[in-house]
Every structure is written in C-alpha cells, then in structure tokens.
C-alpha cells in the first residue's frame, strides 16, 4: 500500500475511534488495540534519564504543576516553553518535572532534542516527527516524505490518548508548531531560549522563564556535586566560587566536576583561577565535551544572531555598568532608537540580554564576560573607544541636565555640545531629575572609572564634578569620595590644574560634609593654589569661603570670618550674586559663633532673596535653618522652631532626607527647651529613623536624647 492510502487508512480508523476499531483508553491508562489487527501501540518512555544533580526550583515547579492542573482542568493543550539563556537549567528542569509527572501519561513520553542552539544544523520538523512517528511503531515505509503529512499523522496516533511531549532546546516556532498534538490531554514541554512568543497567539502557550540559581541554592548545587565536607570546610571560599560562576547551573557543574577531578585543589585555588574576569570561561571549559564550555554554550545563540544583533550584543558588553537603558544603548550603538529597541527585544527574546525594568538591559555576568570578549576579538580598538565615548558622553550631558534641575545655581563647565543622534535626557522636575540619578547612581559611578581606565579623563572628572551634587545629597558617602578619588586622578593624569582645583575643592566638601574639617582645610588650601596659578576667580572664591565654614566648624571664629570676608569681596568683585549670597550665609554663621546674632541674622535674610531669585531652594532652607540656630541660642525657642519648619518644608520638597533629618533634629531641641516634650519626641524620633536609615553617627546622639526624654517620664 502506498503511503497516501496507508495514511488514509489510518486516518478512517482514527476517526471510527468510537466504534471498534480502537478502543479507547479508561482513567488506569490501559493500551489502545486495533481490533482488526490486534496489534498492541507501543508505550514511548524516551526521557533520558533522571539528573544525577538537582537542587531548588521550587516556584518554577510549582508554576508547570499549575499549567498542568490548568490542562486538566480546561481538557485541552496547554504548552510551556522553558526559556533561558544557555546554561541556565532549561532542559534539567524539564527532564526532572517530566521525570514527576510522567506517570499522569501513561501512554508514554517522547523525548527530543531539536539543537537549535547547537553549532551544527538544528533538527528539522521532518526529522523530529520521523524520530516520533518510529518510536510510535509506524513501519518506515509508510512515514509521509511530506512535513503536513507528517504532523497530521503524528496528530492522529496521539488523538485520545495521554501523552507528554517534550521538545528540548527548539529554535523557533517554525521549528516547533508541526510537533505539537493536537489532543486533549497531551501535554508539550518546550525549552528554548527564546520565548517563542508566536505560539502565544495560535496555541496558547504558558510560559515559565527560568533564572540563575539563588546563592542558597547555588551552594545546595555544589554540596551535592563536590561534597558537603569539601563545601562546609570553605564556606566563605564556597560562597565566592558560586558568584565568580554567577550562580549559573552549568558554570557551577563545570567548577565543581574540576573540584572533584582534583581533589588537591582547595575551593580557594578554585577561586583564585576564577578572579581574572578575562580568563573566566577558559576556566568553566570542561575538557571532555566542547560542547558543554559556557562559551560554547554561549556561541551557539551568538552564531545565530543577525550581523546587526550581534553587533548590538557585542557593544553592551563594553559598558561596565550593571545594565543599561534604551536611551544609553542608542548612545552606545549609534543606532536609531527604534532600531536599538528592536535590536535589544530581540537579544532579551533569545535570553542573550535580560530586561531588568522598562527599557532597561542587563547581562547575566558570564554572557557579560562574552560579550565582552567577542567585542575584544570582532571590534577594533578605535571602535571600541568611540562607541564607549558615545555612551560616556551622553551620560555627561544627561547628568549636566539633572545637576541643573537638581543643584540650580551649581558651577558649569564647558562641554562639547551633544550629538543630535542621540540627544541626553531632559527633566521636568526636580524628582524626575533625582530619580533618574538614584536608577543609575551604580551605573554612573561605572561610567566614571570605566572613562578614567577607557583614556576620557576628561569625561571622567566632568561626570564626577556633575554627580557630586547628587551624591551629597541622596548621601552616599562611599560613592561621592570613590568618584571624587577617580576624577582627581583623572584631571592629574590630564595635567589640568584647573580641573584638579575642582576635584579638590570637591573632596574638600566631602570632608566638610564628614566633619573632618582639617582634612576638608588641606583640600581647600590645596585647591586655592591652583586658582590662584591659573588665575579662575570663581575657584578662590569657593576655596576661600570654605576655608571660612571649615574654620566654623573648629570654632576658630575670628579666622573664620577673616576667609569669607575676602570670599565675598572677590564675589561682589566679580559680580557673581549667587556666589555672594553664599559667602554672605557663611559669614552669618562665623558671626553666630562670634556672639553677634544680629549681624548673623541680616546676613542670613540678605542673603535668601537672591535664593530665592536664582532657585536656588535649598541654600534658602539653609539660611532658614541658620536663623533658627541663632534664635535657639537666643532662647527664643518659639522663633528657633518657626525657621526650622520653614527649612523643613522646602528640605522635603527637595527630598533631602538629610537635612530633613537634621532640621528635624534642630525642631526636636528647641521644642524640649521650650518644654513641648511630647512634640520633642516625635521630632527625634522621626529624625532618629532616617539617621539611623543613612548610618548617620547622630543616630546615637539621638537614641541618648530619647532616653533621657524616657528617663523623665519615668520620674514620680
């Protein structure tokens, strides 16, 4: 009998399964049999076998025993495509929910592996539904040549039975759709790297997109592999290998086989072998199957890229940053926004690239290293360099647009105007522009040490003077001095004496900030030198007037005010009203400390009408705040309290926890002096929570003025 009449044979027999050709299957699962033959169909059991090594999962199990509660609920086909980037566990999740559900399919499981990833060609619909069409005893002979004909016979042998279908490492939805049964009650499970999302519209699909192991389970994973002993022995060294392999499930199996390969090496020489990010995948290599390397693993999803998605892939690995927005991806690659956005779904869609929020993208840090490492080996130097300094150079206009909303009436220094091409982000309000800098504040300190190390030495003392605004106020002291560190280098290595005295005028307002005022006097004197050789005004003017506050600070008053005075006098020299209104607010708090509260006081009010001129909010709460630490003095608590609330206001529409904290703080005192004790406490203790939030020491200062509240209350 030819094939079509065999196939048409059998599609007459399938469709009398009613009657008595096939007898179908009860709840236990018992084989179908063709009367007319009595010929019993095979039971497939073609899943490999179980994995030696298993460990967490639990939510991604739980969500595919859902699907399948969901398809035996709904009677109908429901598909789960597993997807991940290489290495990640797809098909050991697969193989083990398959291997605790197979019993639900007693008709048996298919199993096959479609390479879609693999350096060879992928398996082809034909050669896949043949594999199934065999394994389900259809004589060779009578297999269609044709791929409809095929999916349509493999659909009817599987019409009325329960069988689980699994279609491991696929490539596409064209690839996948001729496998799918047809039946209520088969169940397909797909792994893949992409999503496969044109299955969601025709098919239904539910999808559970896998992840890295948890740092717990990633050490479960070596326990089981290398031995509790071995792992128990070297926790913290066992920790780091897990990290340096990114928690990634086949990474992670190829440092712990070399482990147990090499019983004399320590997890310690493990780890050392790992540090140097560059020789990384050479490590995670396993010598007995190219095919399981990472960067083999890897390769096989990069081979199949487009040039221009390859390309895409290749640049993000240049940024050092922990992910990237749409917007710098458009800077670095010099595409088109909607090109690059394009480009990055389809990177994210084949799990080359992770979306980590929206329109933001980041690597998994092997595919990093990767991507990294093909654009060493596929990218010129000068390449290279001009996408990095497209990238960094919008991210200095981008911080120039925030310090200017942020810190209004701020120093500019001049910058090259920005490429239209990809033209820097603009702000609409002060907590656009502080929100954006709080999203990216770990990715702008990488773009700063990436431009000091990448030769822009320019750009990277900029992005550093732009960020040090925002990094005195979110306070992030550990970020604002590594930044300051690196741009001081930078403008050294540039021999700029003018970006030096910047950077260390800069680092001098750090130290102030920490009241380490004889640390911040070095850097003040330091910077003032160099104004002074190159002759910038403005440069000995700030020095001067924080030489003055500094002095403040060690209640040397008299020098204090010795320094600001000629601050101010430059100022008004040069015409820079802003500037003078600063000097003038110094100059009322070397005042203050002289025992003339009057004179401080009219140089505070002097000075708010040009804030508030040049919008510049926060240096009015200052001032505000300053009066209210004169009237304190002057027991005039009611008045100390009334200037603090005005401080306070504008200090929490600027979102400055800190100086809400010390405001708060300053309100808290004069209410006590003033015997409102219940008012006190609410001040100090909303002061204590943000102090303590920051890591501020004033948090213990605090904690003893509540306790002395409590002590009170507690006396008869």
């Known amino acids: 009998m030819s094939n079509p009449e065999w196939l048409a044979s059998l599609r007459n027999e399938v469709s009398d399964s009613a009657g008595n050709v096939v007898q179908a299957r009860d709840i236990r699962g018992d084989v179908h049999m063709h009367h007319d033959s009595g010929r019993t169909l095979p039971i497939p059991r073609q899943l490999p076998a179980h994995p030696a090594s298993f460990v967490g999962r639990e939510a ?50 298919l199993f096959v592996n479609l390479r879609g990833y693999d350096p060879g060609q ?7 539904l043949d ?58 499970l797909i792994t893949s790297r992409s999503q496969l999302s044109g299955l969601a519209t025709r098919e239904g699909v539910g999808r559970v997109s896998i992840d890295v192991l948890s740092p717990g389970q990633a050490l479960r994973l070596l326990r089981q592999v290398i031995g509790s002993s071995r792992v128990d022995a070297e926790p913290s060294r066992a920790a780091e290998l897990a990290r340096y392999c990114g928690y990634l499930p086949l ?69 050092t940053g922990s992910d990237l927005s749409a917007e710098a991806a458009v800077a670095l690659t010099g595409l088109t926004k909607r090109r690059a956005c394009r480009l990055l779904d389809t990177l994210a869609g084949q799990h080359l690239l992770q979306q980590t929020g929206r329109s933001r993208y980041g690597f998994h840090d092997l595919l990093r290293v ?12 000068g390449e290279r360099s001009v996408a990095v300094g ?41 907590d656009r522009a502080l929100d954006w800098c709080e999203q990216e504040r770990v990715n702008l300190v990488a773009a700063i040490q990436q431009a000091a190390e990448d030769g822009h030495e320019a750009i990277a003392w900029k992005l550093a003077d732009n960020l040090a605004s925002f990094f005195a106020l979110a306070w992030y002291p550990d970020d604002w001095i590594t930044i300051l560190r690196i741009g001081l280098t930078a403008a050294r290595h540039l021999a700029d004496q003018n970006a030096q005295a910047i950077m260390l005028m800069s680092m001098a307002d750090f130290f102030y900030e920490l009241k380490r005022y004889d640390e911040a006097i070095d850097n003040y004197q ?102 209210g630490d004169t009237y304190y003095d002057l027991r005039q608590f009611r008045d100390a309290v009334y200037y603090h609330r005005k401080a306070l206001q504008i200090f929490r529409k600027k979102k400055d926890r800190r100086s809400i904290a010390f405001e708060l703080f300053d309100i808290g005192k004069a209410l006590h002096a003033d015997r409102q004790t219940d008012a006190a406490r609410r001040s100090w203790e909303e002061a204590l929570a943000i102090f303590s939030d920051l890591g501020d020491p004033l948090a213990g200062e605090i904690r003893s003025f509540l306790a002395d509240l409590a002590d009170d209350s507690d006396e008869p």
């Open 60 to 109: 991604d199990i739980a969500a595919l025993d859902a699907l399948l509660a969901q398809s035996g609920e709904a009677q109908a086909v429901v598909i789960s495509a597993i997807a991940g980037s290489g290495g990640v566990g797809k098909t050991t999740l697969a193989v083990h929910w398959a291997h605790q559900v197979r019993e639900r399919f007693p008709d048996g499981d």
């Open 122 to 128: 992928p398996v082809t619909p034909e050669q896949a």
């Open 131 to 188: 594999g199934f069409l065999r394994a389900l005893d259809v004589p060779a002979e009578k297999i269609p040549s044709e791929l409809d004909a095929q999916a349509a016979l493999f659909r009817s042998l599987l019409d009325a039975r329960r069988m689980l279908v699994v279609l491991d490492n696929a490539a596409s939805v064209q690839q996948v759709r001729p496998l799918l049964p047809g039946a209520a009650g088969c169940l397909t």
């Open 251 to 319: 990474a992670l199996r190829i440092a712990a086989d070399r482990a147990v390969t090499h019983p004399y090496l320590t997890l310690a020489d493990l780890v050392e072998e790992l540090i140097d990010e560059h020789d990384r995948l050479d490590m995670l290599a396993s010598d007995d199957d190219a095919a399981t390397a990472v960067r083999a693993v890897f390769s096989w999803s990069y081979n199949r890229l487009s040039p221009d998605a390859a390309r895409v892939f290749r640049l993000l690995g240049l940024n």
């Open 370 to 381: 990767y991507a990294a490492e093909r654009a060493m080996s596929e990218e010129s130097e």
């Open 390 to 430: 497209r990238m960094l150079n919008w991210y200095l206009h981008t911080t120039l647009a925030a310090r200017r909303i942020v810190h209004p009436i701020a120093h500019e220094t001049p910058i090259d105007p920005p490429n239209p091409a990809y033209p820097p982000l603009t702000f609409a309000s002060h």
């Open 526 to 627: 330091q910077a003032l030198l160099l104004s002074r050789e190159t002759g910038t005004r403005w440069i000995e003017g700030f020095c001067l007037n924080g030489l003055g506050i500094s002095r403040v600070g060690l209640r040397q008053f008299d020098e204090a005010a010795h320094y600001i005075q000629q601050a101010l006098a430059i100022f008004r020299e040069t015409g820079m009203r802003h500037r003078e209104a600063i000097a003038l607010n110094s100059l009322g708090s070397a005042y203050h400390g002289l025992g003339r509260p009057n004179d401080a006081i009219s140089c505070h009010l002097q000075a708010i009408p040009t804030f508030e001129q040049f919008g510049a909010d926060r240096r009015q709460a200052y001032a505000l705040g300053k009066i």
